[in-house]
Structure formats: structure tokens, C-alpha cells
């Protein structure tokens, strides 16, 4: 007789009561009340709303994914959410404190651009080579649009980076929720069959965009090439460079965020292109947590393969029992396989001895920090939609 946690075939994660479901969450329902209970000395009534809307969103989406053991669909609500908000909650800062989107000279000159985590990668050989960080924002914290600073930023990077490894494409960076949700559109993919050499995309943008940065001696990719530019901020278009970086943001979005997404199902954006997300692979290897296949189970159908919206999962991988180095612990490969054959991993420890541990372990680390990152942008953007309906 099988116990309740489990199906007796293959050992997956079955629904759990409501009673036990409610016992696992308490520990992210109480480290929501401290992030959400007084965000600031006084805040106004809609930053009070906004903060418990967003609390129990983020308490309601941890509770279903104990709930049901499905972990895709419930992270991928709040990813969406995220993607969607951050430019809501952004340019409604933006455009209260400078009046455009477009960053003027003068306000880089001053070092008042807001600093985002796309750049780290470029600004590394830069600083190592020279002492100069090449980025146009403050270092330590600022008022106004520079924000939290280029210190602060990075230690977050840093400290969820270690535990997720890449889960930060999947947990806590605010723009691929937009790709996600147009992904999530249609029923079918039109375009099924991918060149697995897209795979290379990502390394070969960030191998040119740090070389190109070190030349140039400012973040080239965030200048040049980044596609959500079109959704947050871009360069002032005094000029006809100006004029021609704002259209390579937009057509780059058009089809990496939106055209591909709608055709392929899949994050075209952070699959074929994003040098960042390249980076982030590399610090797979520091964290603790993976996805595998438990190969005495799988009987290799490859939807665990079609349900990747990375490509980080191909039959070699499968053969070897390991997703790619990419991989975004997204978790939608774990929640497709019909025999539970892909399950989360502690390393060091047996493949399948007890992936639903490991899952806990992983989600608990992963949520208690988009509560935190996640949750904060989350709150500022209802803040802005309750302020306008008010
Ligand atoms: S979905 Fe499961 S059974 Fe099918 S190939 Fe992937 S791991 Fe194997
Ligand atoms: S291999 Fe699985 S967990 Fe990793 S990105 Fe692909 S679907 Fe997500």
C-alpha cells in the first residue's frame, strides 16, 4: 500500500492534504509578513494594500505548488506577474522623476542610471583590467533613479546566485516573465523543430559583448543590444545613433520576446540570445541543487525534452541522465515526465533517493528570495496600478 505522499508506480508527488500543505508554507507565510508588514517608516494606504496583495500572492502560489507537487505552473504565475509589473512599477519611476524613458547624457555623465544585474558580466574584465567599472550609475546606494546602487544590486545577485545557480532565469530576474508569458499564449508551437546549435547563441553574444565592453569601455550589450530597453528605459534619441540603438531594442523585442515565443513556445529571448543567462549557467555548478533523470524510469518519449523552454534538455542528456549545463530549474521537464523521471537533486547525494526533499529544499531557498526580490518589484507595480485607480 502505497503511502499518501506518493503514487505507488513510480514514486511521484501526489496531492498533499490541506492540513500538511498549510504546515509546509508557514515558514514563507511568516517570512512574508516580515517582508510585507511595513515596507516603509510610513507608508501610504495603497503601499499598505499593495504589500499584503502581494504577500498573499506570493504565500498562495508556495501553497499550491505543496498543494498539487507541480511546481511549474504555479512559479510560472508569479514569474509572469513579475515580468508584467516590473515595467509598470519601473517606468512609472521613471517617468515621475525624469519625464521620459529616454536617458539623457547628462543624467549617465552624473552617474544616475539605474543599474540593472544585465551587466555584471560585462563590467568584470573592465574592473579587473583597470579599476574602472564601466557603467554609468552609483556605486553605493542613491537616492533617486540610480536606486539601491551598483554594490547592492550585486551582492543580491551574488547571494541568490549561489544558491539558485541559474534558477535566477526562472526565479528572480524581471524581464523573462514577459517572454514566459507570451510563450504561454498559444496552445500549440507552430515551429517545432529547433537547430540545437541555437544553443550556442547565448555564449557567443556574451564572448562579443565583453570583449566589445572592454573596448569600447561601456556595457555594449545594455547600449547596443538589449531587448527590453523597448520596455524600461533606452537612450535619449538626440541622434541618429541614438535613433538606431532605440530600433535595434524594438525589433529585437519584437521577435525575441514576442514573435519567436508565439511560434515556438519557448523563451526564445534567454535560449538563443541573452549573454547574461549564458553567464548564469557557469554558477550552475556552485549551486547545490540540479535536475536529473533517474534513468531505470525513463523510457525515452522526449516530452520532458519538448516541455524545456530553454533547450536544456536533448537526448544525449537524457541518455546521460542530466539536463545541460543551462538549465534554468524552471521545473516544467520534472512536472511533464509521465513516469517521474525527472526529479530535483541535491549533488553528492543519490539520483531519486528523495527528490521530493530535494524539491522542498530548492523551493524554499528559491521562494524565500523572490518574496523577497520579486515580491518587492511586485508590490511597486500594484502600488502604481492602486494609485491610478484611486
Ligand atoms: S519525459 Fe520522462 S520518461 Fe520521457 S524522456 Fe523525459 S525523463 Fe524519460
Ligand atoms: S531542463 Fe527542466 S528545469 Fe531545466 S530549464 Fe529545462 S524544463 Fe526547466
Not at 64 to 84: A, D, E, I, K, S
Request: aromatic share 12%; glycine share 8%.
Amino acid at each position: 500500500m502505497a503511502t499518501k505522499a506518493c503514487l505507488p508506480e513510480f514514486g511521484r508527488q501526489a496531492p498533499r492534504s490541506i492540513g500538511r500543505s498549510l504546515l509546509l508554507t508557514l515558514p514563507i507565510l511568516l517570512w512574508s509578513l516580515l517582508m510585507f508588514a511595513n515596507p516603509q517608516a510610513h507608508p501610504s494606504r495603497q503601499q499598505l494594500i499593495a504589500g499584503a496583495i502581494t504577500g498573499a500572492f506570493m504565500v498562495a502560489m508556495f501553497f499550491m505548488m505543496m498543494r498539487t507537487g507541480n511546481t511549474y505552473r504555479w512559479r510560472r504565475w508569479f514569474f509572469v506577474t513579475l515580468g508584467v509589473l516590473f515595467p509598470v512599477g519601473f517606468l512609472s519611476n521613471v517617468l515621475t522623476m525624469r519625464g521620459t524613458m529616454g536617458i539623457p547624457v547628462e543624467e549617465m555623465i552624473a552617474g544616475r542610471t539605474p543599474f540593472c544585474f544585465m551587466p555584471i558580466p560585462l563590467l568584470i574584465l573592465p574592473a579587473a583590467l583597470t579599476r574602472t567599472v564601466v557603467f554609468p550609475g552609483s556605486i553605493l546606494p542613491h537616492g533617486g533613479m540610480s536606486g539601491s546602487g551598483i554594490a547592492a544590486m550585486t551582492g543580491i545577485w551574488l547571494a541568490m546566485t549561489l544558491v539558485l545557480g541559474r534558477g535566477w532565469c526562472s526565479y528572480a530576474c524581471f524581464f523573462g516573465g514577459i517572454e514566459e508569458g507570451v510563450a504561454a499564449v498559444p496552445r500549440r508551437a507552430r515551429i517545432r523543430k529547433i537547430d540545437p546549435r541555437w544553443r550556442y547563441g547565448p555564449w557567443a553574444v556574451l564572448l562579443a559583448m565583453v570583449l566589445l565592453s572592454l573596448a569600447l569601455f561601456e556595457p555594449a550589450y545594455c547600449m547596443w543590444l538589449c531587448p527590453f530597453k523597448a520596455v524600461s528605459e533606452y537612450v535619449a534619441a538626440r541622434s541618429t545613433i541614438g535613433l538606431v540603438q532605440n530600433g535595434i531594442f524594438v525589433v529585437l523585442f519584437a521577435g525575441l520576446v514576442i514573435a519567436l515565443p508565439l511560434l515556438t513556445k519557448k523563451r526564445t529571448q534567454c535560449a538563443f540570445f541573452c549573454p547574461f543567462g549564458a553567464f548564469q549557467s557557469i554558477f550552475n555548478k556552485a549551486s547545490i541543487f540540479d535536475v536529473r533523470i533517474d534513468k531505470s524510469r525513463c523510457k525515452p518519449c522526449v516530452l520532458c525534452q519538448t516541455a524545456c523552454p530553454n533547450l536544456s534538455i536533448s537526448k544525449e542528456s537524457i541518455a546521460r541522465g542530466e539536463t545541460l549545463l543551462s538549465c534554468m530549474k524552471c521545473g516544467a521537464c520534472v512536472d511533464a515526465c509521465p513516469r517521474s523521471a525527472v526529479v530535483w537533486h541535491i549533488k553528492g547525494t543519490e539520483v531519486a533517493l528523495k527528490p521530493e526533499r530535494a524539491r522542498l529544499m530548492f523551493l524554499y531557498g528559491a521562494w524565500v528570495m523572490a518574496v523577497m526580490f520579486g515580491g518587492s518589484i511586485i508590490a511597486q507595480g500594484v502600488t502604481v496600478i492602486l494609485h491610478f485607480l484611486a
